[in-house]
């Protein structure tokens, strides 16, 4: 049970209530946080580089359209088909993101060099695009450093300075126009327009160019660009891209997409194309023995007057015609043999195979081989965009690639061989028509040869032109399996960073949260005592009450400032003293510390002058024989003393009057080399006896107890002992020192006064609160304005003049 019920009174809530009291003192530290948190917010919207996000939408082929038969059925249920329309999107992905892509795609866009316009302080940038008052021409054929800045500082419309820091150490004044040459850059600067520079506000106007290496900038903008599938079937893909200028973004964003659309037709016209290089090569010999025939038969007829032929050599005409158009036939198909034999043997694996239709040869077996390789051409293409040469899925496309390079060359051999028994066929029957044509005159029969050569080139010619017609029409025809749906807007852009509201947003919250955060942290990493659940979480020792901060130049603030808060808690004290030592015989009141610094003399003398100023004849004993300090604070001296008169140097101790009514002291005297024998031997005994009867409170101020044990050896003479703990200055250590003491070492008669309860030291909570350790229950909270004579802190004092102020407003 606590002997002490009354000493300690204060409500539970008073836990709750502190961290409320801490914030609302404290508001000046939150308000500077946010204030400072917002000025960062400000600082990072103001002075970041906007960044845009800009995109376009495409739709690409769906080649796995259900075409309702049994075998599509049993795809759709095998999810054959979503697999198979994955890995085409992916392909295409992989396309777009290409090296290939953004390579032309940046050739066809003035990229290279990049401009941009510093601020007026050099803190703000801001990338420039087609908004540029100048251009940079460089020249080619002579070397420019490249991702290195060139500082341009327009002087006037006709003038401008360049500089280039750093190694280089460049500064020149140049004209537009004017070649900057040296053995690192090599360009000329031109108005980008002839109003452009006239247009400026005003001069000095600073800015910086970078001529880019254009593989360093195909690799940026390649990882900067993100493909996205946007619905279920895959077939719409939206390309976008961050950056800081969003003119920029979208011309690449639609360039690349217009370059992936042409590539993707000229995929589709390479075997139109490849056919009509065939046949304009094949027109090309054609046409020249065409003319040389044409030219023979013109001739001939001149010279020998002949028009017509004869009925007989008519009849054998038109049968020659027969047999060389099937031979002229034959000769074609023979080419193309050679032309697809020629291609398996140099293996031009990326290059479209004719096909054989095209030419008029209707082998099946043929053209479903040449249509195989095709598209296995098409999808090594696709693989190599995305996979390295030991990819498995590309390995197995080139086995399957190799196979059929066998097959056909086999097919071709095998078709060569029957071209060519058909064309023995053919000649064999041509031969034995000019057996019957040397039996013309030999007018007639030169006419015959010469009209055949004639018809054989004219007929192969027309084939030839028919068939580029048809490859003509079949290329312009074409188009690409893929389109632009949206192109990329500027207006569109979205500004991703700096996100303006989330930044004051996050700004208010960290402000708020940063102080409460650091609060908690300093509570819980603290191992000080600043509140009375520290005290009674390690001790049971009872808590006699508390003084406040001695903001003062004095150590007697009781006596030189009697109408203060400080004076006012020692009076609380005495009163607490009063109630607890009832008895008359119980007078002798020791005060001690754990350690050096907590103000146990301090409270002492102050405690002695209370006891003394309420009419009680007091005697303030100074025991700590080894650091006295109380006649220093009375202006006494100290040449002779207890110590003397304990080492038997003196009858009896000298006591002094002070300048308080009914206060005495007895100074320590000098310091002996063995004060802990001297408070043990039986004359301090007899001192103690003898002074109880002259005096009504004895206050004996004690060395520090975790220190030495000199105030252990008055337990036995002590009716009080008074454990003196500093706010925020005790560990919560001491405090087992203290308990130790309460429950082993026999000190029952043991209390705790907590001393210096500062307003604003640790937490910054008011004298109001603070005081709640000891008199708070007996003086209420709202007396001290006229009361006590010291001041309120002028933050409160501000505080309430905000508070007024505002309800006079309203």
Same mark, same amino acid.
């Given at each position: 049970?606590?002997?002490?019920?009354?000493?300690?009174?204060?409500?539970?809530?008073?836990?709750?209530?502190?961290?409320?009291?801490?914030?609302?003192?404290?508001?000046?530290?939150?308000?500077?946080?946010?204030?400072?948190?917002?000025?960062?917010?400000?600082?990072?919207?103001?002075?970041?580089?906007?960044? &845009?996000?800009?995109?376009?939408?495409?739709?690409?082929?769906?080649?796995?359209?259900?075409?309702?038969?049994?075998?599509?059925?049993?795809?759709?249920?095998?999810?054959?088909?979503?697999?198979?329309?994955?890995?085409?999107?992916? @392909?295409?992905?992989?396309?777009?993101?290409?090296?290939?892509?953004?390579?032309?795609?940046?050739?066809?866009?003035?990229?290279?060099?990049?401009?941009?316009?510093?601020?007026?302080?050099?803190?703000?940038?801001?990338?420039?695009?087609?908004?540029?008052?100048?251009?940079?021409?460089?020249?080619?054929?002579?070397?420019?450093?490249?991702?290195?800045?060139? &500082?341009?500082?327009?002087?006037?419309?006709?003038?401008?300075?360049?500089?280039?820091?750093?190694?280089?150490?460049?500064?020149?004044?140049?004209?537009?126009? $004017?070649?900057?040459?040296?053995?690192?850059?090599?360009?000329?600067?031109?108005?980008?327009?002839?109003?452009?520079?006239?247009?400026?506000?005003?001069?000095?106007?600073?800015?910086?160019?970078?001529?880019?290496?254009?593989?360093?900038?195909?690799?940026?903008?390649?990882?900067?660009?993100?493909?996205?599938?946007?619905?279920?079937?895959?077939?719409?893909?939206?390309?976008?891209?961050? #950056?800081?200028?969003?003119?920029?973004?979208?011309? %690449?964003?639609?360039?690349?997409?217009?370059?992936?659309?042409?590539?993707?037709?000229?995929?589709?016209?390479?075997?139109?194309?490849?056919?009509?290089?065939?046949?304009?090569?094949? /027109?090309?010999?054609?046409?020249?023995?065409?003319?040389?025939?044409?030219?023979? /038969?013109?001739?001939?007829?001149?010279?020998?007057?002949?028009?017509?032929?004869?009925?007989?050599?008519?009849?054998?005409?038109?049968?020659?015609?027969?047999?060389?158009?099937?031979?002229?036939?034959?000769?074609?198909?023979?080419?193309?043999?050679?032309?697809?034999?020629?291609?398996?043997?140099?293996?031009?694996?990326?290059?479209?195979?004719?096909?054989?239709?095209?030419?008029?040869?209707?082998?099946?077996?043929?053209?479903?081989?040449?249509?195989?390789?095709?598209?296995? @051409?098409?999808?090594?293409?696709?693989?190599?965009?995305?996979?390295?040469?030991?990819?498995?899925?590309?390995?197995?496309?080139?086995?399957?690639?190799?196979?059929?390079?066998?097959?056909?060359?086999?097919?071709?051999?095998?078709?060569?061989?029957?071209? @060519?028994?058909?064309?023995?066929?053919?000649?064999? $029957?041509?031969?034995?028509?000019?057996?019957?044509?040397?039996?013309?005159?030999?007018?007639?029969?030169?006419?015959?040869?010469?009209?055949?050569?004639?018809?054989?080139?004219?007929?192969?010619?027309?084939?030839?032109?028919?068939?580029?017609?048809?490859?003509?029409?079949?290329?312009?025809?074409?188009?690409?399996?893929?389109?632009?749906?949206?192109?990329?807007?500027?207006?569109?852009?979205?500004?991703?960073?700096?996100?303006?509201?989330?930044?004051?947003?996050?700004?208010?919250?960290?402000?708020? *949260?940063?102080? /409460?955060?650091? *609060?908690?942290?300093?509570?819980?990493?603290?191992?000080?005592?600043?509140?009375?659940?520290?005290?009674? $979480?390690?001790?049971?020792?009872?808590?006699?009450?508390?003084?406040?901060?001695?903001?003062?130049?004095?150590?007697?603030?009781?006596?030189?400032?009697?109408?203060?808060?400080?004076?006012?808690?020692?009076?609380?004290?005495?009163?607490?003293?009063?109630?607890?030592?009832?008895?008359?015989?119980?007078?002798?009141?020791?005060?001690?510390?754990?350690?050096?610094?907590?103000?146990?003399?301090?409270?002492?003398?102050?405690?002695?002058?209370?006891?003394?100023?309420?009419?009680?004849?007091?005697?303030?004993?100074?025991?700590?024989?080894?650091?006295?300090?109380?006649?220093?604070?009375?202006?006494?001296?100290?040449?002779?003393?207890?110590?003397?008169?304990?080492?038997?140097?003196?009858?009896?101790?000298?006591?002094?009057?002070?300048?308080?009514?009914?206060?005495?002291?007895?100074?320590?005297?000098?310091?002996?080399?063995?004060?802990?024998?001297?408070?043990?031997?039986?004359?301090?005994?007899?001192?103690?006896?003898?002074?109880?009867?002259?005096?009504?409170?004895?206050?004996?101020?004690?060395?520090?107890?975790?220190?030495?044990?000199?105030?252990?050896?008055?337990?036995?003479?002590?009716?009080?002992?008074?454990?003196?703990?500093?706010? #925020?200055?005790?560990?919560?250590?001491?405090?087992?020192?203290?308990?130790?003491?309460?429950?082993?070492?026999?000190?029952?008669?043991?209390?705790?006064?907590?001393?210096?309860?500062?307003?604003?030291? %640790? %937490?910054?909570?008011?004298?109001?609160?603070?005081? #709640?350790?000891?008199?708070?229950?007996?003086? #209420? &909270?709202?007396?001290?304005?006229?009361? &006590?004579?010291?001041?309120?802190? $002028?933050?409160?004092?501000?505080?309430?003049?905000?508070?007024?102020?505002?309800?006079?407003?309203?």
């Amino acid at each position: 049970m606590d002997p002490y019920p009354e000493i300690y009174r204060e409500e539970e809530s008073i836990d709750i209530k502190k961290y409320l009291y801490r914030i609302l003192f404290n508001w000046w530290w939150f308000a500077l946080s946010i204030f400072v948190a917002l000025t960062v917010a400000y600082l990072v919207n103001r002075y970041s580089e906007d960044i &845009y996000r800009a995109s376009c939408t495409v739709i690409i082929a769906n080649e796995n359209t259900p075409r309702g038969d049994i075998e599509s059925v049993i795809e759709e249920m095998t999810n054959i088909r979503n697999r198979r329309t994955k890995a085409v999107v992916q @392909n295409e992905i992989t396309v777009l993101k290409s090296y290939k892509m953004a390579n032309i795609a940046l050739e066809k866009l003035d990229f290279g060099i990049s401009y941009t316009a510093v601020g007026r302080r050099g803190i703000a940038e801001s990338k420039l695009y087609n908004s540029s008052p100048f251009i940079v021409e460089k020249d080619t054929s002579k070397p420019n450093q490249i991702n290195y800045p060139v &500082y341009i500082t327009i002087l006037s419309p006709t003038k401008f300075r360049l500089t280039i820091d750093d190694s280089y150490g460049i500064s020149q004044e140049l004209y537009f126009g $004017q070649a900057f040459e040296n053995e690192h850059f090599n360009f000329r600067i031109f108005p980008r327009t002839p109003e452009s520079l006239k247009s400026l506000d005003h001069f000095p106007l600073r800015y910086y160019f970078i001529m880019h290496d254009m593989n360093g900038l195909v690799n940026r903008y390649r990882a900067g660009l993100n493909v996205e599938v946007n619905d279920e079937k895959g077939s719409i893909l939206t390309l976008s891209m961050t #950056g800081a200028n969003k003119e920029q973004i979208c011309d %690449y964003l639609n360039t690349l997409s217009l370059v992936y659309i042409q590539s993707n037709l000229d995929e589709k016209n390479a075997t139109s194309l490849n056919t009509i290089r065939f046949i304009d090569q094949q /027109l090309r010999e054609t046409i020249d023995s065409l003319q040389t025939a044409g030219v023979r /038969l013109q001739n001939f007829r001149a010279a020998n007057r002949i028009i017509n032929i004869s009925q007989e050599g008519n009849a054998l005409f038109q049968q020659m015609e027969l047999h060389n158009t099937r031979k002229a036939e034959i000769a074609i198909e023979g080419s193309y043999f050679n032309y697809i034999k020629n291609y398996i043997s140099a293996k031009k694996d990326n290059i479209e195979i004719i096909a054989p239709s095209v030419m008029g040869i209707q082998d099946a077996l043929l053209n479903s081989l040449v249509a195989q390789a095709n598209d296995l @051409n098409t999808q090594r293409r696709n693989l190599q965009f995305s996979t390295n040469e030991s990819n498995p899925k590309l390995n197995m496309v080139n086995m399957q690639l190799e196979n059929l390079r066998r097959d056909i060359l086999e097919n071709v051999n095998n078709l060569i061989e029957t071209n @060519n028994i058909g064309m023995a066929g053919v000649e064999k $029957q041509i031969a034995e028509l000019e057996k019957e044509i040397r039996k013309l005159p030999s007018t007639e029969r030169q006419l015959i040869n010469i009209q055949r050569e004639f018809n054989i080139n004219d007929q192969i010619y027309t084939f030839l032109l028919e068939k580029r017609a048809e490859a003509g029409i079949t290329k312009a025809s074409n188009t690409s399996d893929h389109r632009l749906l949206d192109t990329a807007r500027s207006e569109n852009a979205v500004m991703i960073k700096p996100k303006t509201s989330m930044n004051y947003m996050m700004a208010l919250v960290l402000g708020g *949260l940063l102080p /409460l955060m650091l *609060l908690v942290l300093i509570e819980y990493f603290n191992n000080k005592i600043v509140d009375k659940k520290d005290i009674e $979480q390690q001790t049971t020792v009872p808590i006699l009450g508390s003084v406040g901060h001695n903001d003062k130049s004095y150590d007697l603030p009781v006596f030189e400032n009697p109408k203060s808060a400080l004076a006012e808690s020692f009076r609380s004290l005495r009163s607490n003293l009063q109630y607890l030592l009832k008895n008359e015989n119980h007078k002798i009141i020791s005060i001690s510390s754990t350690i050096s610094g907590e103000g146990k003399t301090f409270c002492s003398v102050n405690l002695a002058a209370i006891l003394a100023m309420a009419g009680r004849k007091t005697l303030l004993i100074n025991l700590d024989l080894r650091k006295p300090k109380i006649h220093r604070i009375f202006r006494l001296n100290n040449d002779q003393g207890i110590s003397s008169f304990l080492a038997g140097m003196q009858d009896k101790p000298t006591i002094h009057t002070t300048n308080i009514e009914h206060l005495f002291v007895a100074v320590s005297g000098p310091i002996p080399p063995n004060p802990a024998e001297l408070i043990e031997s039986s004359r301090m005994a007899a001192f103690i006896e003898a002074m109880k009867k002259e005096y009504d409170f004895i206050i004996v101020d004690t060395p520090p107890i975790a220190i030495v044990t000199d105030a252990l050896l008055l337990k036995e003479m002590v009716d009080m002992h008074i454990f003196v703990i500093r706010h #925020g200055y005790s560990s919560k250590q001491v405090l087992q020192l203290v308990e130790d003491l309460y429950t082993k070492r026999g000190l029952k008669n043991m209390t705790l006064l907590v001393n210096d309860v500062q307003t604003k030291g %640790y %937490y910054g909570y008011s004298y109001r609160y603070g005081y #709640g350790y000891g008199y708070g229950y007996g003086y #209420g &909270y709202g007396y001290e304005h006229g009361y &006590y004579d010291e001041e309120i802190p $002028q933050v409160h004092k501000l505080g309430k003049k905000l508070r007024s102020f505002w309800k006079n407003k309203k």
